[in-house]
């Protein structure tokens, strides 16, 4: 087997969520254009982006992103783009405490109102900051591994795990 006619093309909704400011935007623009942006602006309402990368099986997978808002003031919208998709990203900062309670916020509100087969990963990132790391990688391990998700710490800064993450994500696709 193996020939050209075992290529499939998927085309796959994912979410971001995760508080203001853990750098969802970032991790997108280092995934679609490769660039990293310190100046980042605070998203307004969602942003979308998409992304094709062919897999090893010659499988392209084309990931129609939903870059959600993190603020407060925008949570109510969250349900407009977690409804139906079939990946929900969720992003907390390791430097930041409040922000890996948050992202436990968003997984309890995903198992409740995402759809029974989604599959969820668990990203800390800003991994660059190793210096003023706050949540152990221990606790994103074991939250994850609780909860079913797959899970990887990255930096949108430095690209570390950028692409394995949406590499990971596909061969967990149903
Ligand atoms: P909202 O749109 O408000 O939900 O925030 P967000 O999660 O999209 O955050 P954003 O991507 O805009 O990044 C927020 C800040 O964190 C910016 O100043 C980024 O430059 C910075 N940042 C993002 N990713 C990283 C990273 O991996 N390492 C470091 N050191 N800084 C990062
Ligand atoms: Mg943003």
Known sequence: NGGVHDAKNLRVKLVLLGDSGVGKSCIVLRFVRGQFDPTSK???????????????????????????????????????????AAVAVVVYDITSPESF??????????QKHGSPDIVMALVGNKADLQEKREVPIQDGIDYAEKNGMFFIETSAKTADNINQLFQEIAKRLP
């Open 42 to 84: 605070v998203t307004v309402g969602a942003s979308f982006l998409s992304q094709t990368i062919a897999l090893q099986d010659s499988t392209t997978v084309k990931f129609e992103i939903w870059d959600t808002a993190g603020q407060e003031r925008y949570a109510a919208l969250a349900p407009l783009y977690y409804r139906g």
């Open 101 to 110: 309670t948050k992202a436990q916020y968003w997984v309890k509100e995903l």
